[in-house]
């Protein structure tokens, strides 16, 4: 049983009984002398910082109370049965974790039978509490990172490469230092029609390419315009000749497609407002199960949006707290998929004739940019429609140092629905790489105290 390793190895293996008692409750055995035992010895360790002894424990056993001569004498027959047996840490850990699991989902199942049948005070309520609780036991030995003691660890980490999802786009890569990391939120900022979903479904068709597998939720558009942009965009066709492409034509297209990349490219779509993390959640579990799909990447168009799961939005919550919420939310699914998550934002009404776009012009909630990993601006003009372009200006980088190409432009092809890389000359008079600090009033003061002491410097020679 495993009980009965458990026991033998709180007694014999240190180093297991430190990873497993803070843990362990008495709840979880079912023998009421297992139940009696576990406490004899979560006692002692908590009380002499050590494991007891067979002897310590058959000497505590004397000041237990509740128990009779026959549960006595069993107890002492229990700890003399205590042997020293050798057993990998790793697996018992893994095993104990599992059996812990196992007894909390029973003891909450059985909790709610009493509460539904009226043998309990407490009232139905509390059973999804009870099953919550249940479900998230774990045993998470990690209490903090020590600086001293773990330098070798940090240094590890300093030079691993870190798993990211590159763009095709080269400024992009260069900002992000080579594309999205996992677990980060990366949010677009735009005016109505400047190219937001446009950006989503390139950079959708361009991770489809690489090999990765892409799931894009759509709550703005239908599945099939979403797939008619990113048809237009890796067929090379313009949006409005998809329609008079022959079908023997269509097919041999797509079927060139297939045979270029290993990725899978899933779009679903929710109706406006009617989904947020939660159904995203199920969804992947869904997609997981029925076509063994695991994302990549996970596009969102768009957040504003979404909804919220843990919140109804009314006269009691406002628009910052209710788009804060969805941010967080749709963070947090991407740090449990292990995945980067791309969405958008509209800009406020001023911001949209706005040619200089900040956080500030953030529209509904300044948490959202609070939230995100990584914001850019989406920018257009007439001058920049002429030419061809969309202007990228950073608003927020945890990746890199946002005043390092801050702005720069990428060429757009509406019609096929496609961002490409120009030429370095269109960049020239756009990137401005001067740190901002030596932008700034201070910045320039400095700089004239170091050309005015150069000054007489050079006079004193």
């Known amino acids: 049983m495993i009980e009965n390793t458990i026991f033998n190895n709180l007694v014999f293996n240190e180093e297991f009984a430190r990873k497993t008692l803070p843990f362990l409750k008495a709840d979880y055995f079912q023998n009421k002398l297992d139940k009696v035992l576990f406490k004899l010895i979560d006692e002692y360790v908590t009380k002499y910082n050590s494991i007891p002894t067979k002897a310590a424990l058959i000497v505590e056993l004397d000041s237990v109370s509740g128990t009779n001569d026959d549960e006595h004498k ?37 909790s709610s039978i009493q509460i539904i049948n009226g043998n309990s005070q407490d009232g139905k309520g509390k059973i999804p509490a009870l099953l919550s609780d249940a479900l998230g036991v774990s045993f998470d030995t990690h209490i903090g990172h020590d600086f001293l003691d773990d330098f070798e660890s ?14 095709d786009l080269d400024y992009f890569n260069t900002i992000t230092k080579g594309g999205l990391p996992l677990k980060t939120l990366n949010v677009a900022l735009a005016g109505t029609g400047v190219g937001k979903s446009l950006f989503m479904c390139h950079c959708a068709a361009a991770n489809l390419m690489s090999g990765k597998n892409v799931l894009y ?49 899933i779009i679903k779509e929710y109706p406006t407002a009617s989904a947020g993390a939660a159904h995203f959640r199920h969804l992947l579990g869904e997609l997981k199960l029925k076509r063994n799909f695991v994302p990549d990447i996970i596009y969102v168009d768009y ?17 910052y707290t209710y788009i804060k919420s969805i941010a967080e939310e749709i963070r947090g699914l991407a740090v449990e998929f292990n995945v980067p998550i791309v969405s958008a934002t509209q800009t406020t009404r001023s911001g949209y004739t706005n040619t200089d776009l900040g956080l500030e012009d953030t529209s509904e909630s300044f948490g959202l940019p609070a939230t995100a990993d990584f914001m850019f601006a989406l920018i257009t003009s007439e001058e920049l429609e002429d030419l061809g372009q969309i202007l990228v200006k950073q608003l927020k980088n945890r990746y890199n140092d946002p005043s390092h190409h801050r702005k720069f432009v990428v060429g757009v092809d509406r019609s096929k629905m496609r961002l490409y890389n120009v030429e370095q000359s269109a960049q020239d008079d756009i990137i401005d790489d001067t740190p901002l600090f030596d932008r700034s009033s201070s910045g320039e003061r400095i700089k004239q105290e170091r050309k005015f002491d150069k000054t007489v410097f050079d006079e004193f020679k």
């Open 74 to 110: 069993m107890l002492v027959d229990k700890v003399n049965e205590i042997k020293d047996e050798q057993a990998d840490v790793k697996w018992l850990v893994d095993q104990t974790e599992k059996y812990c699991q196992d007894r909390a989902i029973y003891n909450a199942i059985m």
């Open 154 to 167: 940090r240094f590890e980490f300093y030079h691993q490469k870190e798993k990211r999802v590159p763009f």
């Open 217 to 265: 939720i759509t709550m703005e558009m239908a599945e099939e315009k979403i797939a008619e942009r990113i048809d237009a965009n890796l067929l090379n066709e313009p949006m409005d000749m998809l329609s008079m492409l022959p079908k023997e034509a269509y097919d041999k297209k797509i079927e060139r497609i297939k045979n270029k990349t290993l990725g899978k490219l």
């Open 303 to 319: 957040l504003n949006i979404c909804m919220s799961s843990r919140l109804k939005y009314g006269s009691n919550v406002n628009s």
